[in-house]
């Protein structure tokens, strides 16, 4: 009993020489470290510090990388207001140092040209948008029609067409406003109606419009193959004919 415990005191008192052996090294470390920073460091400066310290007194040489310079520090020391860079906002990109600020006086006795407002860029027929792209043969002899993604049977309406007929070669169906209209396989089918692209001359901006639409005040009384006739407020017809 006596051996066991010798043994374990020898054991506990190895251990804490070791543990204490530790703790100095790392004493011993940090210090080294502390010293060292102190040695070294350096706090960081601010800009307004640094600009301050260079103590820069502009030459007296007429050298013009010498002045630019020279007024690089000038401006960073003092700035300017914002309102003295507004000439400078209005020059080019490529503006050259040393050159006249001179912007063109508009002309009083340039006249806008007078005319229609608005001139057609393009007419062209609205497409339906479904097509007859297959059929489906059932046993008995019956067809079934793919129009577009969907498969449908006669008496089925695809976006307001009413399907009367299907046959291996077209699909007939009843158009929403009334008549009848043919899809023939794989062919893209378009209406009698049209649209055009009217541009604004004078904003530059482009309008894609069909019959009875309304833009900037003035009503598309109709579409033709070749022109496009505008409605004013005052009753008056204005016909715009398509840009050649």
Do not use: C
Not at 90 to 106: A, C, I, N, T
Not at 207 to 234: P, T
């Amino acid at each position: 009993m006596g051996k066991l415990l010798r043994k374990i005191l020898d054991f506990i008192i190895r251990y804490i020489e070791r543990i204490f052996f530790m703790l100095l090294l790392i004493w011993i470390g940090m210090s080294i470290f502390l010293i060292l920073k102190g040695y070294f460091y350096k706090p960081p400066q601010s800009i307004g510090q640094i600009i301050q310290d260079m103590n820069f007194t502009p030459p007296e040489s007429e050298d013009k990388e010498h002045k630019r310079l020279s007024e690089l520090i000038k401006l960073i020391k003092e700035p300017e207001p914002k309102e003295s860079y507004a000439a400078l906002l209005k020059r080019g990109l490529f503006y050259k140092h040393g050159e006249e600020d001179v912007s063109p006086l508009p002309d009083p006795t340039k006249v806008e040209p007078q005319g229609p407002e608005f001139e057609v860029i393009r007419i062209t027929p609205v497409r339906i948008p479904i097509k007859y792209m297959g059929f489906l043969e059932s046993p008995g002899g019956g067809l079934s029609a793919q129009i577009d993604s969907s498969i449908v049977s006669e008496g089925d309406t695809v976006i307001g067409y009413k399907i009367l007929e299907i046959t291996k070669e077209y699909v007939k169906a009843a158009k929403p406003g009334g008549g009848e209209i043919i899809f023939n396989l794989l062919e893209e089918v378009v209406s009698e109606e049209s649209e055009a692209i009217i541009r604004n001359k004078r904003s530059g901006r482009n309008y894609k419009v069909r019959k009875g639409d309304v833009i900037v005040n003035k009503k598309v009384a109709d579409i033709k193959i070749d022109s496009v006739v505008l409605l004013n407020e005052d009753g008056t017809e204005e016909v715009l004919p398509l840009k050649k």
